[in-house]
Every structure is written in C-alpha cells, then in structure tokens.
C-alpha cells in the first residue's frame, strides 16, 4: 500500500473515497477541540446517576453461597513440539550420607498433525459429599496413539564410599492414553491426598551400563502395556484407578515413629460409603525381555503378564 501526503490544487480531481469532496490540504486540518469542562462535568453527573441502579442489581453473598460458585470452564494446555535436554542433575540424599542422583535428561514428544485438538484438561470440580474440592487433570485421549514421549537420563548411587555411575535408561514410545490425577486434602491428617488413573504402552525400555552412546550391551523390555481390565483378565480399553480421590485415596506425608520423620506414601483400602467398595483391576503385560552383548548370542527370556492385579491396601515409609 502507498500513501501520500500534500495539497491539492483547486482543480484537483475529487477524492476516490468521497467523489463529492476534493482532498483539502494539510494546512487546512484543525485539531480537534478538547472537551469542555461543562461538557465533562454533565458526563460524570450522568454516570453517578446511573449508578444506584447498577449497584440496585448485584446482592451482598455470605461464605456459604460464595462457597458454591462453580466457574464453567477449567484450563487446557498442550505440550505439541515439547522438547527438552540438559546436564541437571537432581540428588537424593540419606541421612547416613548415601545418595541417588539423575542427571542429563532429555526428553520430547511427538505429536497429532493438529495442534492442541487433544489437550491436557485442567479443572476444580466439587468433591464428593462431606469432601473438600479435587483438583482434577485429565491426560488426553491419544485415541490414535499419535503422542508419543521418548525419554532417557542417565543415573548413579553412592553409598559405603563407593561412586557408581549406573549407566542410562532409556525409554521410547511411550504413549499415554486417557487417566488423570487427582489432588485434594486428605479425609484425615495432614499431607497431599491423590487420585491415580494409567493406560499406558512403553515401546521399548532400555537400561544401558555403558551409557545411552554405547548400547551394543543392554537389558531390552519391549512391549510393556498397563491398564484396566475385565473379570477375566484382559484388557478393556480403559485406565487402571491405581487410586481414587474419595473411594480409595493415596496419601503423601511424613509421619513420626521412634526413628523420627520420614516421607510416607500410601493407598488405603476401598471405601464403600464413595464406591463399590471394591479396589479396580489392572493388568501387566510385557512382550519380550532380552539381553545383548557384544560378540554374545541375544538371551530372549520371552514374554510375561500378570491378568488381574488389585491394589487393597499400600504403605511405604522412607528410611532416613
């Protein structure tokens, strides 16, 4: 576009936006006139008029019913493109001075041709009666299994004056279809209480000694598959509830005993005043586990699966 500044001469052709009206020159422009102060004073009076009838419609809430506003909408993001690499290293250490790190993660994910048309789903929705609210994140679909992780980071132990550099794991393909986690206050005490829901396939998992830049000598899992299943054992389609918010809540904490404070992580029974009263199956399988290494014949160990799991009851206490 080009534009163009001047006068015109009187016997200038008419404007091409307004025929009847010949372009005026720029000298001829007046500013515009600011606002009168009487002209402002009427404006400002008008509003405070109109005021009282405004403020007439809204009503003064008490905490109860300002307690059960819901909002319509939570917050949905993507991860399309995600990608992210590094030499952080991240260290657990004991109190006797033993210690686990990971270091030099890498990470990314593949992704649907359309961006953001299967979102993680982010909401606070109501608890069940007599609980408080759930923070609620609901994994996508990935009906098709076009999201797809691949991540690898390597890992070492020290403990008894011995530094072991343990080499890599490496996990490719992992598709996560459907499930969520759930995040509340707990029925009782103090900590984070959780809800836990997986369907999951790993396309291969590797642990390499040798590091991610040598893997001629490994320990193969390939085909690793979780999720819920039917009364015989076989997979439904649906996520595993490892946990659930209200009929069978996990719980991260730390508890005092006579060794001190240490991290605690639970599951507590099912709960028949929110549920069935009954913990949900999940299965395992796994298609093939193998080992390589250089100049040796491949060991294939073959397959393995476990049909039906339950999860009654679980409690995990950190040592110091």
């Not at 080992?291 to 040592?319: E, H, M, N």
Request: glycine share 12%; proline share 7%; with cysteine.
């Amino acid at each position: 576009m080009r534009t163009r500044t001047g006068s015109r001469h009187a016997d200038a052709a008419p404007s091409p936006l307004c025929p009847s009206s010949p372009l005026r020159p720029l000298s001829s422009l007046r500013p515009l006139r600011p606002l009168r102060p009487l002209r402002a004073a009427r404006t400002l009076a008008l509003l405070l008029a109109a005021w009282p009838a405004l403020a007439g419609a809204m009503e003064p809430l008490d905490d109860r019913t300002l307690s059960s506003v819901r909002g319509g909408d939570g917050v949905s993001f993507d991860l399309s493109g995600f990608s992210i690499a590094g030499n952080a290293r991240v260290t657990y250490t004991t109190a006797s001075g033993s210690s686990v790190y990971i270091d030099n993660l890498a990470a990314s994910r593949s992704d649907s041709a359309v961006p953001f048309s299967d979102p993680y789903k982010l909401d606070i929705v109501a608890g069940a009666p007599g609980l408080a609210d759930v923070i609620n994140v609901a994994f996508p679909l990935n009906a098709n299994a076009e999201q797809r992780w691949q991540f690898a980071y390597d890992w070492g132990v020290t403990a008894n004056g011995v530094a072991s550099a343990n080499g890599t794991i490496a996990l490719s393909d992992l598709v996560v279809s459907g499930g969520g986690l759930q995040f509340s206050t707990p029925q009782a005490g103090d900590g984070v209480a959780f809800g836990a829901a997986l369907r999951l396939d790993i396309g291969q998992l590797a642990f390499q000694p040798n590091g991610r830049d040598n893997p001629a000598a490994q320990m193969v899992v390939s085909g690793v598959h979780v999720g819920g299943v039917d009364a015989n054992g076989n997979f439904n389609g649906t996520p595993w509830a490892l946990a659930a918010i209200a009929s069978q809540p996990g719980v991260i904490n730390a508890v005092t005993d006579e060794s001190g404070a240490r991290l605690h992580i639970g599951i507590d029974w099912p709960d028949a005043r929110y549920g069935s009263g009954v913990a949900p199956a999940g299965g395992i399988a796994i298609d093939k586990v193998a080992f390589t290494a250089p100049g040796q014949a491949t060991v294939d160990l073959g397959a393995s699966r476990i049909g039906s799991i339950q999860i009654q009851y679980l409690d995990i206490k950190f040592k110091n």
